[in-house]
């Protein structure tokens, strides 16, 4: 069985660029959470997808959209970075919507000059 | 807002010692999560609490949820080295989650 895998371990980028985070479920989840981590913080819950669907949104900018694929797998996308952009992107997979038993994967550590 | 308090924020010990680190709330909750994430790594579930007054116990690791639901406790006893990471508490509410900031712990050898 396969974890939560992410890509790509690590990321830089420019103020005003555009960014794209990936993220493939363990097999037999349908749903995926995105969270953003900054350094010394708790994870901040993004959004959640379940079975292609938004199931949930953190106070987050529209800037900050996403994508659940036919398998299961999703996209974290962010529009014009900002520098507090920074950080650790987090996603988690579980067997389904809700407040299911989350797997995360190890992250994506974004870096924004 | 369903705010989580986590503390202390930060922990040094030496291994052998005992420890316990707290989340509370004003809210009350149906449940509550505890997660360690190690340097590098996401955050890994340990336990779920669900009624008032539980205590769970996971090696030497005892989590208890308050009778109001609004608080918790993790007490480490004789940690060790392996036990340093970030805890964290969350719990899932109107179709978001939230997690504390949590409790940095380093056991020192």
């Known amino acids: 069985e396969t974890g939560v895998t992410q890509s790509p371990t690590h990321l830089i980028k420019t103020r005003g660029q555009q960014v794209t985070l990936r993220c493939s479920s363990q097999?037999?989840?349908?749903?995926v959470s995105w969270y953003q981590q900054a350094l010394g913080q708790g994870p901040q819950f993004i959004f959640q997808?379940?079975?292609?669907?938004?199931?949930g949104r953190g106070n987050f900018p529209p800037r900050f959209s996403g994508l659940q694929f036919p398998n299961y797998s999703s996209e974290l996308n962010v529009n014009a970075l900002e520098l507090d952009d920074s950080a650790l992107y987090l996603c988690?997979?579980?067997?389904?919507?809700?407040?299911?038993?989350?797997?995360f994967g190890p992250g994506t550590r974004l870096l924004v000059l | 807002t369903q705010l989580l308090e986590q503390s202390p924020q930060f922990l040094s010990i030496q291994e052998g010692e005992n420890l316990t680190v707290y989340c509370n709330s004003s809210?009350?909750?149906?449940?509550l999560q505890w997660y360690r994430q190690e340097p590098g790594e996401g955050p890994v579930l340990l336990v779920t609490v669900v009624t008032g007054g539980e205590v769970k116990k996971l090696k030497r690791l005892t989590f208890q949820f308050g009778d109001a639901r609004k608080d918790s406790s993790l007490h480490i006893t004789a940690a060790q080295p392996g036990d340093t990471g970030l805890y964290l508490c969350?719990?899932?509410?109107?179709?978001?989650?939230?997690f504390g900031s949590g409790t940095k712990l380093n056991v020192k050898p």
């Open positions: 969350a719990h899932y509410n109107f179709n978001k989650f939230y």
């Open positions: 988690a997979s579980s067997l389904s919507g809700g407040g299911e038993t989350q797997y």
């Open positions: 097999s037999g989840h349908n749903t």
């Open positions: 809210s009350v909750f149906s449940s």
């Open positions: 997808y379940y079975r292609e669907e938004e199931n």
